[in-house]
């Protein structure tokens, strides 16, 4: 059963306490930052106090008078966040600060369904919290690998997730974990991972591109996701690069996505592997080739392998290079499985990107690997769920 959780009761709190996820302030710099009377700031400050979202932290260094006190996050918050991909559950704990506390990953098939893969995720928090580390949730983020409107914390016709259709994951997992919950795509959460503890700290506006079974984009505008009308902003794998191409998954032909996903550059290793010695090696070895199987022969220096991975940078810098000449971001990052594949890939986007984008939009533009790998996706759905949390009430 859902147990009451505090929640701010106001704006003024709610804004306190994103900036204290930041890290610990003394009163006189927060009441600077909050634009807010002594008076109001104490007010406020003691309230959040007495609900334990908040707790005093000693004296801060003097600034030249009286020293004023330090107010933190309340050691006891914790937020659990669940990353569901295409064959893998990664879920963490963290505290109020989103510092990773314990962080478990394992193997799944999201076409198993939503009640055995929800069902894993949950019973990993529960080994999470056998280590204890929380004694209550105070919010639950989750990221799945497709659509889902953010409105109704449900899927949407995922092409990767037969059974998923409009199935009420918010719901089911805010009464498993007893805390408020909420849903984004895998994609959204990753950007937002990247905003609160990777490259894109310092960057208001910026891309995040996804590589692995499937593509999708996050879209960062003035520091927020943006999600567009029903939430389906991003979705990039499915536009088409090529009439005649390949089957999607989504049923149509020639997508991004049916060309270099996860699970089409495996198609396509296994096409050449009789032309290359590792990846043919590799296929008699285990019967299947992956794009892990693809990043080995490409660092071995295999043509075959590299030339793949040249055609899929390729194809993902020409979707993309339209991306920056019409949103004019200030960072692009490469993240995902396939993006693994490294700097052969990056290279190959980059001189797409740099010669087909108008010079206006790439003259500043740096072309970047995330550098939080699995990380990103869990601490943004921890962050996905704080803004929740930390939000005034409606």
Known sequence: MKRTIARPENAYQAALLRLLRERARSRAELGDVAALSRS?????LDRLIELRLAEQAGLAASRGGRRSGLVRLSA????AGIDIGATSIDAVVTNGELEIL?????????RDGPVAVLDQAMEMITKLGEQDLFTQLYGAGIGLPGPVSFREGVPVAPPIMPGWDRYPVREAVGQALGCP???DNDVNIMALGELHAGLARQVDDFLLVKIGTGIGCGIVVDGKIYRGVSGSAGDI??????????????????????????TALAREATAIAGR???????????????AEDVASAAEMGDAEAVRLIRDGGRRVGTV?????????PGLVIIAGGVAQLGHVLL???????YRRSLPLATGNLPIVLSELGPDAGVVGAARLSSDHVFSAPR
Request: with cysteine; proline share 1%; hydrophobic share 40%.
């Open 40 to 44: 109001r700031l104490n007010l406020e």
């Open 347 to 353: 290279a190959e986007i980059r001189s797409v990107v």
């Open 276 to 290: 290359s010695a590792y990846l043919g090696r590799r296929l008699d070895q285990t019967g299947t080739l992956t």
């Open 181 to 183: 919950a909420v849903v």
């Open 102 to 110: 314990g962080h478990l990953s394992e193997r799944c098939d999201v």
């Open 237 to 262: 794998g499915h536009i088409r690069v090529d009439d005649q191409g390949p089957v999607c998954a989504c049923g149509n032909v020639g997508c991004l996505e049916a060309y270099f996903g996860g």
């Open 320 to 328: 993309l290079a339209g991306l920056v000449s019409f949103f004019n």
């Open 76 to 79: 006891d918050l914790r937020f």
